[in-house]
């Protein structure tokens, strides 16, 4: 797996993280690395770009949801009973963690674990970077 990190200029900064190979057990610790390395330096608006990730197993999907927890905690206005909230009612999406590109697999483990209910998902990369 390799994981590459550039910066895009949107009405935001963007950091916009591309992923190439299947994030597993055996490689997510990469992507781990780099996530808290761009949250410790941070990064505040992050679009994953999953393009080339054929696999996404849980081990990444925990990667994911670390993100989102950070970036929350670091950056919103809300409480976490205020979030939580409005997660379950389905107003709630991510203003600072959003993915593009999700394999046919990785989207389904994805809205299996119900991570659609709070992060957005994009198939245009312009349209993902001006949605921050």
């Known amino acids: 797996m390799d994981v590459k990190v550039t910066t895009e200029n949107g ?3 963007v950091t916009l993280i591309t992923v190439t190979g299947n994030i ?4 997510y610790e990469g992507f781990l690395s780099k996530a ?9 608006y992050i679009l994953v770009d ?23 905690s670091s950056y919103s206005d809300m409480t976490e009973d205020e979030v939580m909230q409005a997660v379950n009612a389905g ?3 991510s203003p600072n963690l959003k993915l593009l590109n999700l394999s046919e697999q990785t989207k389904f483990a994805f809205e299996t674990a119900g991570f659609d209910m709070y992060i ?3 198939t245009d990369r312009d349209t993902a970077i001006n949605s921050f």
């Open 11 to 13: 009405r935001v900064p």
């Open 24 to 27: 597993d057990t055996s490689s």
């Open 36 to 44: 808290e390395e761009l949250l410790k330096g941070g990064a505040r």
């Open 50 to 72: 999953l393009s080339n990730v054929p696999y996404m197993s849980s081990a990444g999907l925990r990667v994911m949801n670390l993100m989102f927890n950070r970036l929350r």
């Open 91 to 93: 107003t709630y999406k």
């Open 120 to 122: 957005e998902t994009f």
